[in-house]
């Protein structure tokens, strides 16, 4: 379990960098500024974890060997693409928040398994690293759910109705 821990904490660290590289340009295309906000906390976030995350393996003197997380790369090119083809503000708004809620839930796994993993080894300090970055993910799913529920969605929802 242990070797399964240390692998996935390594994937994370590589799916945290990919999260900043793209977070900034995300925050950039959005158009709401409730949305530009809650993206913005979300990369404080992520730079929150990884740091947290670098720590842990430098603490289990882990070696830096890079894993590409398919999944996370898959993610970030569909949000790409759906971006790409939406050209409304509002729907872009719409079609971003719901990309990112995709990858945050996601993550919200991923966190939450490793903390009961960690759990499991009697890696008390290690499971409140992970416990708390699930709570940061389960934060931001929550500002982006009433984000999308009382403002965004109904925007372009309003839009998609609209006669051509």
Known sequence: ??????????????????????????????????????????????????????????????????????????FIEDTELKLTKCTDPEVKDACLLASVQSINHFKISLYGTAAAFAKAMGKEKAAMLFHQAEMNEKQIDESLSQLAEQEINEKAKILATLPA
């Open 1 to 74: 379990m242990n070797d399964l821990l240390d692998h996935n904490v390594r994937k994370f660290a590589v799916t945290e960098m990919q999260m900043k590289s793209v977070l900034s340009g995300w925050i950039n295309k959005a158009e709401n500024i409730r949305l530009k906000n809650v993206l913005q906390r979300y990369l404080d976030y992520v730079q929150q974890n990884k740091e947290g995350l670098d720590a842990f393996i430098e603490e289990e003197k882990l070696s830096s060997l890079n894993l590409l997380n398919k999944v996370m790369n898959a």
